[in-house]
């Protein structure tokens, strides 16, 4: 079992997680998001990881508050969380405000993959394979 | 470029985007130790230097603290 510490007064759930591509790692924090379908990441990281956005790359429609709009769907290498690794994670590129301190959102395509655990009093969440 | 460790880093870029080379990572994948490639108040400006990426191992993380009061996130 994997456990990340997060700060539970914080606005949203950072989890440090590593992309793995066809050009390298990058690790950067993501939003913990069990409403999202879909890991998302940005325009920019999908590109420098080796991921080409041009067509025939499928697009997917994507519910937003406000509007539905249609994003590429990519299949990243590897995700890993705290050394919990899923291959072949399929992940929306979508750019999030600017104004958010995280790159994307760790949803369930990767999510799913796991038993989740939730502590608020200590500010864990954990990770574990399912038996 | 010398090495340095993260806190080290986050002290010294403090409240600024930092992309760096991963030397070592924590049992959480949160860097120890870091060669720092390139640092910005401005996030679009690391991200065009995302492309160094070329087969290693990189990490592009805000030093600062997310603002509490008066701020909210939601993405539905």
């Known amino acids: 079992m994997a456990e990340i510490r997060f700060d539970p007064k914080a606005p949203s759930i950072l989890v440090p997680t590593a992309l793995f591509g066809p050009k390298g790692t990058l690790t950067v ?46 299949v990243l290498d590897r995700v890993a969380v705290a050394g919990e690794a899923i291959q072949n994670v399929e992940a929306l590129v979508h750019d999030l405000p600017p104004q958010g301190m995280a790159e994307g959102l ?20 954990e990770l574990s394979r399912p038996s | 470029m010398e090495t340095l460790k993260w806190e080290v880093v986050r002290r010294t870029y403090a409240n600024q985007w930092v992309l760096a080379e991963v030397l070592a990572a924590d049992e ?29 191992h990189l990490c592009l993380l805000y030093t600062g603290e997310p603002p509490r009061e008066g701020y909210a996130v939601a993405f539905p």
């Not at chain 1, 379908?37 to 994507?62: C, D, H, N, Q, W």
């Not at chain 1, 760790?106 to 969440?125: A, I, M, P, T, W």
């Not at chain 2, 130790?33 to 070329?54: D, F, G, P, T």
């Open chain 1, 29 to 74: 924090n993501m939003v913990f998001d069990t409403g999202a379908s879909f890991v998302t990441i940005p325009r920019a990281v999908a590109k420098a990881l080796g991921y080409s956005l041009r067509r025939p790359v499928p697009r997917v429609e994507m519910i937003t508050a406000s509007r539905v709009e249609r994003a590429p769907l990519i």
């Open chain 1, 106 to 125: 760790l949803g369930l395509s990767f999510l799913r993959h796991f038993k989740l655990g939730l502590d608020f009093e200590r500010g864990l969440v």
């Open chain 2, 28 to 56: 959480e994948g949160r860097p120890k130790e870091v060669r720092v490639l390139a640092h910005s108040r401005v996030r679009r400006r690391i991200y065009r230097k995302l492309q160094r990426l070329k087969g290693r």
